[in-house]
């Protein structure tokens, strides 16, 4: 038993625990943004957006395609608001706060008489010994 309660008291299982609940609060969020503003915006535009109609019968057997094709309609909804809403502003944001690399100092140095490259702390060339300025 203190195995599992190792387990369930651990970081990562609690973590990822508040992540599905706060990614199923959000999704409703966004569920409602775009089934309450995007749709009836599409709709205003083009005319109703509902393929629940179209059904293909073939030998007495329904295929509602139209139902499929409302459901691709809503994830592509859903994954654009999710897209322009959090991920844009997100990496714009990590794009403004992260800090520049700066290259890594050179491990090597080229030496002037045979022009090989041999490390920097050498005070002569491997290949030609001659001497190496500091």
Do not use: Q, W
């Not at 009836?40 to 393929?51: C, Y």
């Not at 409302?70 to 959090?86: E, G, M």
């Amino acid at each position: 038993m203190s195995g599992f309660k190792d387990f369930i008291l651990r970081g990562n299982v609690v973590d990822l625990a508040v992540g599905v609940v706060i990614g199923g609060a959000f999704g409703g969020v966004v569920t409602a943004f775009t089934k309450d503003l995007i749709t009836p915006l599409i709709a205003a535009l083009v005319g109703k957006p509902d393929f629940s109609a179209i059904i293909y019968e073939v030998n007495g057997t329904k295929f509602p395609v139209g139902d499929f094709l409302n459901a691709v309609v809503a994830f592509l909804l859903v994954a654009a608001a999710i897209y322009y809403i959090i991920i844009l502003p997100l990496a714009a944001a990590d794009a403004r706060l992260k800090k520049p690399e700066l290259p890594a100092p050179p491990s090597t140095k080229t030496c002037p008489e045979c022009i090989s490259e041999v490390p920097v702390a050498a005070k002569r060339c491997a290949h030609c010994t001659s001497a190496l300025a500091a």
